[in-house]
């Protein structure tokens, strides 16, 4: 699976939009880019995944940009709820379930 | 709330004892993961089964072992404990067998303190 990079840390004030970068530059052209996150010790949580296109669901947007080796995860309006780890993963093919989990992004919300 | 439902949530023992820990898929995933997360080496995957069969596997060491039954629950079998194994234990399901684009769901993880 393509590699990912994403910087350790990021603050955010609420209310404002999270912009969460992630860098793939190997990323092969079935690979898909998923981003979870996980607060405190919980479970992964799904955001969302994208292939080529942009992507939004009701958590986030997914941008990706058009080599497909950059993409950029959105929350709208973060609240202190959103601060997690983010994890940003490639991945695809007959290796999809074998979901590899960087060291992430820590997004810190302030009031 | 996720779906997948794992048992028990908290466990303590002793080294060189052995623990299941269990796993209740989300309703219709045929799929079942089970992941580590450790202070040390971050979350990792272990290993995949789907209906039944192993379809993958991780970093799972030979003390390890899994199952996962007709009714498609799964269970993670921990033996010889040493303190290493320390760690969250995520069950994850899909509904496919791995395909690009399925949603990978995790539970709530069972919390293993070897003592």
């Known amino acids: 699976d393509a590699k990912t990079t994403q910087p350790p840390s990021m603050d955010c004030a609420e209310g404002r939009a999270a912009n969460l970068p992630c860098n793939h530059s190997t990323i092969s052209g079935n690979e898909y880019v998923y981003w979870y996150r996980q607060i405190h010790s919980q479970g992964p949580q799904y955001i969302i995944h994208?292939?080529?296109n942009n992507e939004t669901n009701e958590m986030a947007s997914l941008i990706i940009t058009e080599d497909r080796k950059s993409s950029t995860l959105i929350l709208p309006h973060a609240t202190l709820r959103d601060t997690a780890v983010y994890y940003c993963?490639?991945?695809?093919?007959?290796?999809?379930?074998?979901?590899?989990f960087g060291q992430g992004t820590i997004l810190t919300v302030h009031p | 709330d996720s779906g997948v439902t794992q048992t028990p949530k908290h466990l303590i023992t002793a080294t060189g004892q052995r623990v299941t820990l269990r796993c209740s898929p989300r309703s219709g995933d045929l799929s079942v993961y089970w992941y580590q997360q450790s202070l040390d080496q971050g979350l990792q995957f272990l290993i995949q089964?789907?209906?039944?069969?192993?379809?993958a596997k991780g970093n799972i060491l030979e003390r390890f072992s899994a199952q996962q039954f007709p009714d498609l629950h799964s269970e993670l079998n921990l033996s010889s404990l040493e303190l290493g194994d320390s760690a969250l234990y995520f069950c994850a399901s899909s509904v496919g067998q791995g395909n690009p684009g399925n949603t990978i769901y995790f539970g709530e993880g069972s919390w293993l303190t070897v003592v």
């Open positions: 089964y789907y209906n039944g069969e192993e379809r």
């Open positions: 993963i490639v991945a695809g093919g007959t290796s999809y379930g074998k979901l590899t």
């Open positions: 994208g292939l080529k």
